[in-house]
């Protein structure tokens, strides 16, 4: 009797096979919870899996943000109809209003948000950068008076690292100096000394093992300092790391030619997240150069604007021009939003400040972006990632050019 025959004939040695191996896997998860499971042939875009407290994450992943344990306007229930996988909260809001004590007592931000899958937290580090005139920086942290009520608050790493702890994050952020742009080389090298002497404090004050904890590579556009950052960090063997301090002014060109350059400084087998991108061509642009993970405000805040994706570039659904039009926002659209309501009344709803139309426009946007990135993940599983983003740029640039 063969080795195979034996298996098939013996049943429960069967399932003990399987069941070692399934405790293999995890295992080897365990010891590195993200895995590239394939990799194009024409590029350096891949897919990959990432496991976590709340579930696995299949990556590139875009994650919709939600500032205040809320993504404005939908619910979580519209979330995962819409296929997202993470949500981005951020501690520093969450830590004044309504404070991680309330949280904790409701049994950790999931169930606070009645969100059971994985949740991501940013550390404060944006803040330090968005509330300049509110705060004092130094080696130890940044000070604050709250921009609620103007209260001080003291910002250490070991304190962003405890409120994320408390939340109860799948994934959180080291503290970090995110500089302005344009900024002098000397500030900016300052800054990014500093972001590693925070990575480091954190991950020494990180309590939970089952958070993973990515720190944050800084040094504004200078190449050499973004080296530096990432060399350092890579060091301290992190599962993770995020590129910050892009998309904050520069052009386009320049967030691309900095993403790229620090992206060979960050290992194959890490997961690479950068920070505060959301344009779909932008998107598969960085897909294109291996990153993995994204977020951004801008799909939901253009939303509310009134500014929709579409196959054929934005569109502006509050324009006068649509008062008529009783086509959805793009006919190729299987959103839930385009399934059911025109353009003219969701038009309607906006000009009218019904609340409805700002979730409308919320819904579409967010599936748009999802489904750009689940067509990107099978377009690199058939190695075809370069034809998939030549052919939707090119039509989508195209009509971009046109409307102008």
């Not at 994650?63 to 296929?83: C, F, N, R």
């Not at 803040?127 to 920086?137: H, V, W, Y």
């Not at 790391?241 to 890490?270: N, Q």
Request: aromatic share 10%; net charge neutral.
């Amino acid at each position: 009797m063969t080795c195979q025959e034996k298996i098939i004939y013996f049943p429960s040695f069967s399932l003990l096979l399987c069941s070692l191996i399934g405790f293999y896997d995890i295992f080897i998860y365990m010891i590195n919870p993200f895995k590239v499971i394939h990799k194009d042939k024409n590029s350096k875009a891949r897919i990959g899996k990432l496991i976590t407290s709340h579930g696995e994450v299949s990556t590139p992943i875009f994650m919709p943000v939600g500032t205040q344990a809320t993504v404005k306007t939908l619910s979580p229930e519209e979330l995962i109809d819409i296929g997202a996988e993470v949500v981005l909260c951020n501690a520093y809001h969450l830590a004044l209003r309504p404070g991680t004590e309330i949280i904790k007592e409701a049994g950790g931000l999931h169930k606070f948000m009645h969100w059971d899958r994985p949740i991501l937290t940013d550390s404060g580090g944006y803040q330090i950068f968005s509330l300049a005139d509110l705060r004092k920086i130094t080696d130890e942290g940044a000070r604050f008076q709250s921009h609620i009520d103007g209260k001080e608050i003291f910002l250490t790493p070991e304190e962003a690292v405890r409120i994320q702890n408390d939340l109860g994050a799948d994934i959180i952020m080291t503290l970090d100096e995110c500089i302005q742009y344009p900024c002098g080389y000397d500030y900016a090298e300052i800054a990014m000394q500093r972001t590693c002497k925070w990575a480091k404090r954190c991950k020494k004050a990180h309590a939970d093992k089952r958070q993973l904890l990515f720190p944050v590579i800084q040094g504004g556009m200078y190449k050499d300092l973004r080296e530096r950052c990432a060399n350092e960090l890579v060091g301290e063997n992190f599962l993770g790391y995020a590129i910050g301090g892009l998309s904050v002014g520069e052009d386009r060109s320049l967030m691309y030619e900095i993403a790229k350059h620090t992206l060979d400084f960050i290992p194959e087998h890490s997961v690479r997240y950068l920070m505060g991108v959301g344009e779909p061509r932008d998107l598969l642009e960085c897909i294109g150069m291996g990153i993995d993970m994204f977020d951004c405000v801008m799909p939901t805040r253009n939303a509310r604007n009134g500014t929709t994706f579409t196959k054929e570039g934005k569109l502006v659904v509050r324009n006068a021009e649509h008062a008529r039009n009783h086509g959805p926002i793009d006919a190729e659209c299987g959103c839930y939003t385009c399934r059911n309501y025109s353009r003219a009344y969701i038009r309607h709803l906006l000009n009218t400040s019904e609340i409805l139309g700002l979730r409308l426009t919320s819904i579409h946007n967010l599936y748009f972006l999802m489904e750009l990135i689940r067509d990107a993940r099978k377009a690199i599983s058939k190695n075809k990632f370069l034809d998939f983003r030549k052919a939707f740029l090119k039509r989508y640039a195209y009509a971009e050019k046109s409307k102008t």
